[in-house]
């Protein structure tokens, strides 16, 4: 008898990350969240740069599709902060701005300014401008005295100098800053947009959100409890840290692991007229006293209310505080 010749295949070994990609797209009946260890991990592995692209787009796609749980945001803050070398800096509020806005100015530029002159020290982050047509705040910063930093040393003197500092997410986290760059390649939006507003990476006494998708609010408010971080988790206007005047407001907060919401209702009795376009200059002339008028008025001074309650204090002290620092502000740029 012939021996028959058999060749041997070796079979390539599986990625280590391709576990995490199968949880999330084995069908309808085998998919499941990842736990947030599992979470971890992952994201840890992306931030290492131990993920190939192509696993790097579906996993970004599965979870788009599938919505992230408040374990998996948990889990993916936990890997970032693991890796972070951010110093230990006083910081009251972690102020995310990423979305930006298409229908009004960024009104939450001006409370923001006006609460750090009253001693609120605030740290803003932002991604850049990733979608056409909107307002970003990276690009307005200047025209109205606010630090742009491009280091952790800066955003300290800023905090000390005037109580507010911006810093862009590709100077402290690029990893995060590239995933956001894919959406014009993956035509949509990522987890990690959602992602960059839980992260207070200088550990805020506060933490205020601005997700705009009904659903995700809750969603997020649970991740910050699950992470022991105070939080307050709002729909704001296009979604940025802004309350509508216009419109009712839900917050949705947690406080020492104990998580409560809140209404607030609408300020204006009848929806102002969107304007024709948008001049950043207007932002200057309503800080100056220049023009009065009553949208930014109302927004900005709502914004600050909601800081200051993130900060502790009752709604109505929030507003009454708000309108006192919003009166007695320094209106030179």
Same mark, same amino acid.
């Given at each position: 008898m012939t021996d028959y010749p058999v060749l041997t295949l070796e079979t390539p070994a599986e990625h280590p990350f391709a576990q995490f990609v199968r949880i999330l797209g084995k069908g309808k009946r085998g998919a499941r969240d990842l736990t947030r260890e599992e979470a971890r991990e992952a994201m840890g592995m992306v931030?290492?740069?131990k993920v190939e692209d192509t696993q790097l787009g579906a996993f970004l796609m599965l979870l788009r599709h599938k919505e992230e749980s408040a374990e998996e945001m948990a889990g993916f803050t936990e890997a970032l902060r693991q890796r972070l070398q951010a110093?230990?800096?006083?910081?009251?509020?972690?102020?995310?701005?990423?979305?930006?806005?298409?229908?009004?100015?960024?009104?939450?530029?001006?409370?923001?300014?006006?609460?750090?002159?009253?001693?609120?020290?605030?740290?803003?982050?932002?991604?850049?401008?990733? #979608?056409? =047509?909107?307002?970003?705040?990276?690009?307005? @910063?200047?025209?109205?005295?606010? $630090? +742009?930093?491009r280091n952790w040393q800066q955003v300290g003197a800023a905090l000390d100098n005037g109580g507010l500092a911006f810093m862009p997410l590709v100077d402290w986290a690029?990893?995060?800053?590239?995933?956001?760059?894919?959406?014009? #390649?993956? =035509?949509?939006?990522?987890?990690?947009?959602? @992602?960059?507003?839980?992260?207070? $990476? +200088?550990?805020?006494?506060?933490?205020?959100?601005?997700?705009?998708?009904p659903g995700y609010q809750a969603v997020h408010r649970d991740?910050?409890?699950?992470?022991?971080?105070?939080?307050?988790?709002?729909?704001?206007?296009g979604g940025e840290i802004e309350i509508n005047p216009d419109a009712d407001s839900h917050l949705y907060g947690t406080t020492g692991g104990v998580s409560w919401d809140e209404e607030w209702p609408q300020m204006s009795s009848q929806?102002?007229?969107?304007?024709?376009?948008?001049?950043?200059?207007?932002?200057?002339?309503?800080?100056?006293g220049d023009v009065?008028?009553?949208?930014?008025?109302?927004?900005?001074?709502?914004?600050?209310?909601?800081?200051?309650?993130?900060?502790?204090q009752p709604r109505e002290q929030a507003f009454e505080t708000a309108r006192q620092y919003w009166e007695a502000r320094d209106r030179s740029i």
């Open positions: 931030l290492d740069d110093p230990q800096l006083h910081v009251d509020l972690d102020w995310p701005t990423y979305a930006g806005k298409k229908r009004h100015l960024p009104w939450y530029l001006l409370a923001a300014k006006c609460l750090a002159q009253n001693g609120v020290r605030i740290f803003m982050h932002g991604g850049g401008a990733h #979608t056409a =047509g909107r307002m970003y705040s990276e690009q307005l @910063l200047q025209g109205l005295s606010i $630090p +742009l930093c690029p990893q995060l800053q590239r995933m956001i760059d894919l959406r014009n #390649t993956l =035509g949509l939006r990522s987890p990690i947009h959602s @992602l960059t507003r839980i992260l207070n $990476p +200088l550990g805020a006494r506060c933490g205020l959100q601005s997700i705009f998708h991740a910050s409890g699950l992470l022991g971080d105070n939080a307050i988790v709002v729909k704001g206007d929806r102002h007229v969107k304007p024709a376009a948008l001049d950043p200059g207007h932002l200057q002339a309503v800080w100056r009065v008028d009553s949208y930014p008025q109302m927004a900005l001074i709502a914004t600050m209310a909601l800081a200051l309650r993130g900060l502790g």
